[in-house]
């Protein structure tokens, strides 16, 4: 079975340039989650999605990013414009079910390899 | 917060050695997990412990649970060089399942 798959992987921009990244996660994973990643942190959380449903976007900053989950599939996560201290990598992720039962493990996260921006 | 805090920042061992990272977060939680990451790399489920257990196990990896001081240890025994990786613990609590991280405990294996 594929893990959850991202595009691109790498991607250069020059600033004010929009960016876009697609994320399609394990089949059958209602959960789907965007994270920022700068160098030396940890996954810093921007979106999740309960199937078409985003049910957290608090650390989203919506006047640049917008995100999307169609048909509670497939996400994308866009940029527009791109400031320089948007570089970074972005990570999607999904879950099983992440209103389910946390003890038994529904919120168990697989990650994709990460899309790293530099915008120049 | 419920945001996880890994402890130390960064770890040095030899080969063979084991290694102990600590994680301690602010709020109750419903389960604990641990997260690798190695470089250039998504981040990886390792191991997940609930609320109710104490220590639980996986081949080279010990994690133990103590609620009462909201801390945890993850324990990697007989280490290698492929263990080389940032290390993240993460939690959700109540009815709040979001899981966030900390900075990671970057692991150095040196052979």
């Known amino acids: 079975e594929a893990g959850v798959v991202q595009s691109p992987r790498y991607k250069i921009i020059e600033k004010k340039q929009p960016v876009a990244f697609w994320c399609n996660p394990i089949?059958?994973?209602?959960?789907l989650y965007w994270y920022r990643q700068n160098l030396g942190q940890g996954p810093e959380l921007l979106i999740r999605?309960?199937?078409?449903?985003?049910?957290?976007d608090s650390q989203l900053p919506k006047d640049r990013f917008s995100a999307e989950r169609l048909k509670g599939v497939d996400s994308t996560l866009k940029i527009q414009p791109a400031e320089l201290g948007d570089s970074a990598v972005y990570l999607c992720?999904?879950?099983?079910?992440?209103?389910?039962?946390?003890?038994?493990?529904?919120?168990?996260?697989?990650f994709g390899a990460g899309s790293r921006l530099t915008v120049l | 917060s419920q945001q996880g805090e890994e402890d130390p920042q960064a770890l040095s061992i030899q080969e063979g050695e084991n290694a102990t990272m600590n994680c301690s977060y602010k709020?109750?939680?419903?389960?604990l997990q641990w997260y690798r990451q190695n470089s250039g790399r998504g981040l990886v489920h390792l191991i997940l412990i609930r609320s109710n257990e104490r220590e639980k196990h996986s081949g080279r990896l010990r994690v133990t649970l103590d609620t009462s001081k909201k801390s945890s240890s993850l324990l990697i025994t007989a280490s290698r060089a492929a263990d080389t990786a940032s290390y993240f613990c993460?939690?959700?609590?109540?009815?709040?399942?979001?899981?966030?991280f900390g900075k990671g405990t970057l692991l150095t294996v040196n052979p």
């Open positions: 992720a999904s879950s099983l079910d992440g209103l389910g039962n946390l003890n038994s493990g529904a919120n168990v996260l697989t």
């Open positions: 089949s059958g994973h209602n959960t």
């Open positions: 709020t109750s939680i419903n389960n």
């Open positions: 993460s939690n959700s609590g109540g009815s709040n399942y979001k899981l966030t």
């Open positions: 999605y309960e199937n078409e449903e985003a049910v957290d």
